[in-house]
């Protein structure tokens, strides 16, 4: 296999870049770096369970940046347990919860749900455990009529999505919640709102969920720190070993220096909360319809209006194939992720995209682009200019092939 | 074993992709075969044009409608098989396919594999729709590459009905 270097070269360099993969990578602003610095190199770098007064000092720090983190979801800053990554929170939901809980043996989860929660509630059917899978509606809408009649006495918890992370669709929270309390209040309640922090509005001392997972990287603040929040009362067990600390979930080192980008990246997009989904509601409209207009043989891929994240783009062009548009983007400069089955390991399209009623070849030729408050109008527009030649290059490759 | 996933592309891959040598319909083609499917997103149709005479391929192209590595894989094919007899093009293998592209990592090696078998078919195509015999060295039995082609065209059948198309 010859070097990556090569490849690189062999690649070049567009002229222009624009970074719209937010969904599979993220970075962080300047002013995130700058406030966790001083964390790696000065001060509170102790472990705040430590008794000491570089620990205690470092405990103090911990105590207010968690503060800082639940505001926003209007939460007590008891009830956020931190992790390392939305996967590792969506892990503890439902295998903590389980461990718990061990007389009621059932598990309904959405069929749009993020992989770490798929493949955890199904990782559970070895312990005997049942899932069912709840179908959503073609715009990607769990169903919750089907939720009413899944619900049990054997039913340990109902994980439904906040935000679906790939098509952009508004779930019915709210309305599913109720469902399931009016049921049965035993019945817990989880929801991954990793797509929806920051995007929309969610006020855990309303919407009474029992637990909801949400990451620092989503609101580009650093990879490697994340939140679960636990409603009071509830307990989980911890999903792995390790030596007593503060998070009693998450048995580690505490890093500070993560904690404090993460609160950082919190007050950059919560302060603006306003005015950073005008902007991105503003690029996406203007991105989405742009390339359905002036791109023959493309279809939106989720709802629109309300209903769809603010920052969510994507959108299906018939007789590409999307590995291979991702890779002419990525020539041009342009950097988004597809669904189609050549860019996964496992050579099946984007479970989301199937789950809604694509055909597999329109699932294929989906690409995934995101925008957030670092994106520019002035970007979005070299994206509407270039992605014409990008889809006509794919296609003539494609040529006569019936798709 | 290697926690770290392969790295997808050698630069040679990217090349082919960006200049893709022999690509398109070939109008006047001796014999068009086709191997894969959309619905698995990976489909390519092969073009040969033979000096019957000689049995020696004397242009060939192909259309793709796959990823990077599947176009690159035709593309390679193409150029690996121009001015050769139909017995020496029959017996490229994907493994010669993945060596000239400077390695195909393992989840992509069907890429080469479905190239090889679409060639495969129209080689076979031609022997029995064209000249109505067959050669001695051409085996009665499906090769490992078209049963390839076969295996992911199943595959996108069990697609179809598993979504009801």
């Known amino acids: 296999m010859s070097n990556v270097e090569d490849l690189l070269e062999q690649h070049g360099k567009a002229i222009k870049e624009v970074y719209l993969d937010w969904e599979n990578g993220t970075r962080i602003e300047e002013e995130v770096l700058e406030t966790m610095k001083p964390f790696y190199l000065e001060k509170q770098f102790g472990n705040p369970a430590i008794t000491h007064r570089v620990g205690w000092e470092t405990y103090d720090f911990y105590v207010k940046a968690k503060s800082a983190i639940a505001k926003p979801l209007n939460a007590d800053p008891q009830s956020i347990a931190l992790t390392h990554s939305f996967t590792e929170s969506n892990n503890l939901a439902i295998k903590g919860l389980a461990k718990m809980n061990k007389k009621r043996k059932k598990i309904i989860v959405s069929e749009v749900e993020h992989l770490s929660v798929i493949h955890t509630a199904k990782s559970m059917f070895k312990e005997d455990y049942k899932v069912k899978i709840l179908p959503v509606s073609n715009d990607g809408t769990v169903n919750v009529d089907i939720l009413q009649e899944e619900l049990d006495d054997e039913t340990l918890l109902v994980s439904i999505q906040s935000i679906n992370h790939e098509i952009g669709t508004v779930q019915p929270v709210k309305e599913a919640l109720e469902i399931v309390k009016d049921f049965d209040e035993k019945i817990f309640f989880h929801t991954d709102a990793t797509s929806a922090f920051g995007r929309i509005p969610l006020d855990l001392s309303k919407l009474e969920v029992d637990l909801a997972s949400f990451s620092s990287n989503r609101i580009l603040g650093p990879k490697g720190i994340a939140g679960l929040y636990i409603k009071d009362g509830i307990k989980l067990k911890s999903i792995y070993e390790g030596q007593l600390s503060v998070e009693i979930l998450s048995p580690d080192v505490e890093n500070p220096a993560l904690l404090a980008g993460f609160a950082k990246a919190v007050e950059l997009q919560f302060s603006q909360f306003d005015e950073i989904k005008a902007h991105t509601t503003k690029l996406r409209d203007k991105l989405m319809y742009g390339l359905h207009t002036s791109i023959e043989r493309t279809d939106v891929n989720g709802p629109a209006g309300k209903r769809r994240a603010p920052d969510n783009i994507n959108v299906s062009f018939l007789g590409c194939e999307g590995e291979a548009l991702t890779v002419e983007s990525s020539m041009n400069g342009i950097y988004a992720s597809s669904g189609s089955a050549c860019t996964s390991r496992v050579l099946m399209p984007s479970h989301i995209l199937t789950a809604i009623g694509r055909k597999p070849e329109e699932a294929h030729g989906s690409l995934l682009m995101k925008v957030n408050r670092l994106n520019t109008e002035e970007e979005i527009n070299y994206v509407l200019e270039t992605m014409p030649k990008v889809v006509d290059r794919i296609r003539s490759i494609t040529g006569g092939i019936q798709i | ?165």
């Open chain 2, 1 to 165: 074993m290697s926690s770290r996933i392969p790295l997808p592309y050698a630069p040679r891959v990217l090349e082919l992709f960006q200049n893709p040598q022999n690509l398109g319909r070939m109008e006047d083609a001796t014999i068009v075969s086709s191997a894969g499917s959309p619905a698995c997103g990976d489909m390519i149709a092969f073009y040969l044009l033979i000096d019957e005479k000689s049995e020696v391929i004397t242009k060939s192209s192909f259309e793709s409608y796959g990823c990077a590595s599947n176009i690159a894989a035709a593309s390679q094919l193409t150029i690996m098989i121009e001015n050769k007899s139909l017995k020496e093009a029959w017996d490229f293998t994907w493994a010669d396919v993945s060596e000239a592209l400077g390695g195909l990592p393992s989840v992509k090696t069907h890429c080469g594999s479905l190239a090889v078998g679409a060639l495969r078919r129209a080689i076979r195509a031609y022997y029995k729709e064209i000249k109505n015999s067959k050669p001695e060295w051409l085996p009665s039995d499906l090769s490992k590459d078209e049963k390839h082609a076969l295996e992911e065209e199943a595959l996108a059948d069990k697609l179809k009905k598993k979504y009801k198309l």
